[in-house]
């Protein structure tokens, strides 16, 4: 079955330190990888999105992510985290075949300490 | 403001009801979507329209049933055959398949809670 795995349920770490989020796809072909990240009490947000081109992206909050085609990954990363980056994250792939549909891992809950 | 509007935030119904969630946007995106998600689980896709007067089932469409007469509108019916209906309900939409998609945009979600 395609799939999309998300390697940590739960990440806890201090403020200051780096953050790196592991996602892997299942897909063969062409795909669109999206980060999005839902803050206690909010809706789900779109932290940045890979389409084509530059394999390393950039988006809100200082965040990045890495997509690496050979191993199927498309990893979140930050220098170095805030308290208000305690959220939990999910990694989403699409294709355009399937009509932009959007498969999502299970997601990644961030807890920063201050 | 342009965005996605669901209500309501909270709903209770007995089991054995059927209940109707709302989701109205005024993005005049073409595509709109259901998500279930329960915690570990992510988001799972129910049911999701490409363009009006059409929709497709996602990957756990049983007990649920949609409708989409209008563009703006993409309202999720939980029926009493859906086995374990106590969920947080996200809708969300985009450009659709045609203008191709920047990413969604979610509405705030409801949380349905049978007793």
């Given at each position: 079955a395609q799939s999309v795995s998300q390697h940590n349920h739960h990440v806890i770490l201090s403020e200051a330190a780096s953050l790196e989020l592991g996602c892997n796809y299942s897909y063969g072909g062409t795909v669109n990888l999206f980060w999005y990240v839902q803050y206690p009490g909010q809706h789900l947000q779109l932290l940045l999105k890979y389409f084509?081109?530059?394999?390393?992206v950039k988006g809100i909050k200082g965040f990045e992510a890495e997509f690496i085609k050979s191993k199927f990954s498309f990893n979140l990363r930050k220098p170095s985290v805030q308290w208000s980056d305690t959220a939990e994250y999910f990694c989403a792939v699409g294709r355009a075949a399937a009509g932009n549909k959007l498969t999502f891992g299970g997601g990644t809950r961030v807890l920063v300490k201050p | 403001d342009g965005g996605i509007t669901q209500s309501p935030k909270y709903l209770f119904r007995k089991e054995g009801q059927n209940v109707t969630l709302s989701c109205e946007q005024n993005?005049?995106?073409?595509a709109m979507y259901w998500y279930r998600q329960d915690p570990g689980q992510g988001l799972r896709l129910i049911y999701y329209s490409q363009i009006v007067n059409d929709f497709q089932k996602g990957?756990?469409?049983?007990g649920y049933s949609v409708s989409r007469e209008k563009k703006e509108s993409f309202p999720l019916t939980v029926t009493?055959?859906?086995?374990?209906?106590?969920a947080f309900y996200l809708c969300a939409s985009d450009r659709g398949w045609l203008e191709g998609s920047h990413g969604y945009t979610f509405g705030s979600g409801t949380r349905l809670t049978v007793v």
């Amino acid at each position: 079955a395609q799939s999309v795995s998300q390697h940590n349920h739960h990440v806890i770490l201090s403020e200051a330190a780096s953050l790196e989020l592991g996602c892997n796809y299942s897909y063969g072909g062409t795909v669109n990888l999206f980060w999005y990240v839902q803050y206690p009490g909010q809706h789900l947000q779109l932290l940045l999105k890979y389409f084509s081109g530059d394999p390393l992206v950039k988006g809100i909050k200082g965040f990045e992510a890495e997509f690496i085609k050979s191993k199927f990954s498309f990893n979140l990363r930050k220098p170095s985290v805030q308290w208000s980056d305690t959220a939990e994250y999910f990694c989403a792939v699409g294709r355009a075949a399937a009509g932009n549909k959007l498969t999502f891992g299970g997601g990644t809950r961030v807890l920063v300490k201050p | 403001d342009g965005g996605i509007t669901q209500s309501p935030k909270y709903l209770f119904r007995k089991e054995g009801q059927n209940v109707t969630l709302s989701c109205e946007q005024n993005l005049n995106h073409d595509a709109m979507y259901w998500y279930r998600q329960d915690p570990g689980q992510g988001l799972r896709l129910i049911y999701y329209s490409q363009i009006v007067n059409d929709f497709q089932k996602g990957d756990i469409a049983e007990g649920y049933s949609v409708s989409r007469e209008k563009k703006e509108s993409f309202p999720l019916t939980v029926t009493s055959a859906q086995k374990n209906p106590t969920a947080f309900y996200l809708c969300a939409s985009d450009r659709g398949w045609l203008e191709g998609s920047h990413g969604y945009t979610f509405g705030s979600g409801t949380r349905l809670t049978v007793v």
